[in-house]
């Protein structure tokens, strides 16, 4: 079975630091598509940062990077110099295609930023 | 280029009663999915269409749900006799299907309440 894992329900940071969102998975297949999904109270799911499993580099989108651990099947978010507005829900999923595009996500990591 | 839109935004329906939750896609996307989101969860896949055809199907409850994705019109997500349990935040999303692991682009959800 294909499942995404995220083992921190709550995460708190203070503004400007950094904190790490953990994400592990597990599927048999080889080549696949991760990503950070932010999901803020307005419920609206927002792309944070993807991941082609086939590239070793780590992708990063300004504030936000990866670190990509694919012997580990690991996927964790790093967010540098946190701001009040990163406050929301934070869904890592992976997507295979076995004949359909179907994301599996895991059950969220709700992170808050305090001023 | 308007994003997915889903409508309507808030849905109470009493036990017993129909819902009909309706989703645009982007324009020229061809591929559509339902998720649900349960409280405090994370989005859980329901099915997968393109136009006028399911895909997978594979989320979906066996009994009292249904989708279609007709030729002319949104993507409908239709549940017959809701029951409590029934109650979320239903998610749609689409990709335009072509190349391997394309986006989805989520819209923002219809919150389904049954009393």
């Known amino acids: 079975a294909q499942t995404v894992t995220q083992s921190q329900p709550e995460m708190s940071v203070q503004e400007a630091e950094t904190v790490t969102l953990s994400c592990t998975y597990d599927?048999?297949?080889?080549?696949?598509?991760l990503f950070w999904y932010k999901q803020p109270p307005s419920r609206q799911m927002i792309l944070v940062i993807r991941?082609?499993?086939?590239?070793?580099q780590n992708a990063t989108e300004n504030r936000f990077s990866v670190n990509f651990q694919k012997a580990a099947k690991s996927f964790s978010l790093k967010i540098s110099d946190s701001q009040l507005g990163d406050t929301a829900m934070y869904f890592c999923?992976?997507?295979?295609?076995?004949?359909?595009?179907?994301?599996?996500f895991g059950t969220g990591t709700r992170l808050k930023v305090l001023a | 280029n308007a994003g997915v839109m889903q409508n309507p935004r808030h849905l109470v329906r009493r036990r017993g009663q129909e819902a009909r939750l309706r989703c645009s896609p982007m324009?020229?996307?061809?591929?559509v999915y339902w998720y649900r989101q349960l409280p405090e969860e994370g989005l859980k896949f329901m099915v997968y269409?393109?136009?006028?055809?399911?895909?997978?199907e594979s989320g979906m409850p066996k009994e009292r749900f249904s989708a279609e994705f007709p030729k002319e019109g949104p993507s409908i997500l239709r549940i017959q006799q809701v029951v409590r349990g029934d109650s979320a935040a239903y998610f749609c999303?689409?990709?335009?299907?072509?190349?391997?692991?394309?986006?989805?682009?989520f819209g923002q959800g219809t919150r389904l309440t049954v009393v």
């Open positions: 999923a992976f997507m295979v295609f076995s004949g359909t595009y179907k994301y599996i």
């Open positions: 999303a689409s990709s335009p299907g072509t190349g391997y692991a394309t986006e989805a682009f």
């Open positions: 269409l393109q136009k006028e055809n399911i895909i997978d």
């Open positions: 991941q082609e499993a086939y590239k070793q």
């Open positions: 599927t048999s297949e080889n080549n696949y598509y």
């Open positions: 324009k020229g996307h061809s591929h």
